[in-house]
C-alpha cells in the first residue's frame, strides 16, 4: 500500500486544506500532531496500536513519549516530501485517538533549523558533519536518528565574524501570528514581515535574529 501512495506527493497547502487533517499540521515537509495522553500508559497503548497499523501498511512515524503528551511525525523520508501515505497514516492515528478519547494538540508541535553563514560551504561541511555526527543531504545535514535540529549552509561574500549562526523556528501556520506577537510583547522586535505569512524575522532585546517560518516558506 505504501510504495503505492508514496507515488503521489501532497502539496503543503492541499494538506492543510483536507478536513481529515484537521488535527495535524504542516511544519517543514512533515505532518505533525501531539496526542494529550495524560499519562505514560495510555500513551504506551496508543504506540502499540500505532505500531500495528505502520506495520500494517509499511509506512511508519517517529512517536516521541512524554510524560503526558506522545508527539507524532509522518513524512516520506525516501522523498524528502509528503505523499497520500503520510496523509492515509495520519488519518489512521487520528482515528485512533478518537476511538480512545484522547485530543489532538497540534498547535504543540514546532521545528528548529540553524543556519551558518560561510563563504565556502563545500570547505566547511564535511567538518560540521563530522562535529555534529549528522549526515550530508543536498549539501545540508542532517541528523540520522531525528533528534536535533536541521543544519544548513548560508553562502555570504565575506566572512563575517566568529561565523553568523540564523535560527530558523517553524512552527504551524495558524500560530505563527501568535508567536511572533508573544516575542514582541516579551521585549523583542519586529525586524521585518516583508515575506509573511513565509516568515517573519525577529531581534531579541540585544539584536539577535531569529525567523519564524510557515510551511508558506517550502509552498
Same mark, same amino acid.
Request: hydrophobic share 40%.
Given at each position: +500500500? ?12 492541499? #494538506? ?23 499519562? +505514560? ?5 496508543? =504506540?502499540?496500536? =500505532? ?36 496523509? #492515509?497514516?495520519?488519518?489512521? =492515528?487520528?482515528?485512533? #485517538? ?37 549526515? *550530508?543531504?543536498?549539501? *545540508? ?79
Amino acid at each position: +500500500m505504501g510504495s503505492v501512495l508514496e507515488n503521489r506527493p501532497v502539496s503543503a497547502e492541499d #494538506a492543510s486544506a483536507r478536513p481529515t487533517l484537521s488535527g495535524w499540521r504542516v511544519v517543514r515537509h512533515f505532518l505533525r500532531t501531539a496526542l494529550r495522553t495524560g499519562a +505514560m500508559p495510555v500513551g504506551a497503548n496508543i =504506540i502499540s496500536r =500505532i505500531v500495528d497499523v505502520a506495520e500494517e501498511m509499511d509506512h511508519h512515524p517517529d512517536l516521541d513519549l512524554r510524560y503526558g503528551t506522545l508527539y507524532v511525525s509522518v513524512t516520506t523520508h525516501s522523498r524528502g516530501t509528503l505523499t497520500e501515505a503520510d496523509v #492515509a497514516l495520519a488519518e489512521r =492515528i487520528s482515528g485512533i #485517538a478518537e476511538e480512545l478519547g484522547v485530543p489532538l494538540a497540534p498547535g504543540r508541535v514546532n521545528d528548529l533549523e540553524i543556519g551558518i553563514s560561510v563563504i565556502n560551504p563545500e570547505r566547511v561541511r564535511a567538518f560540521w558533519s563530522a562535529v555534529l555526527g549528522y549526515k *550530508e543531504d543536498d549539501g *545540508e545535514l542532517s541528523d540520522p536518528h531525528g533528534r536535533l535540529p536541521h543544519v544548513w549552509f548560508h553562502r555570504v561574500p565575506a566572512q563575517p565574524p566568529h561565523g553568523d549562526l540564523e535560527l530558523d523556528v517553524h512552527v504551524p501556520h495558524d500560530v505563527a501570528e501568535d508567536r511572533v506577537r508573544a516575542a514582541v510583547a516579551a521585549g523583542g522586535r519586529l525586524v521585518s514581515d516583508a515575506e509573511a505569512p513565509a516568515r517573519w524575522v525577529l531581534a531579541d532585546p540585544e539584536g539577535a535574529e531569529v525567523r519564524v517560518c510557515t510551511w508558506h516558506d517550502r509552498h
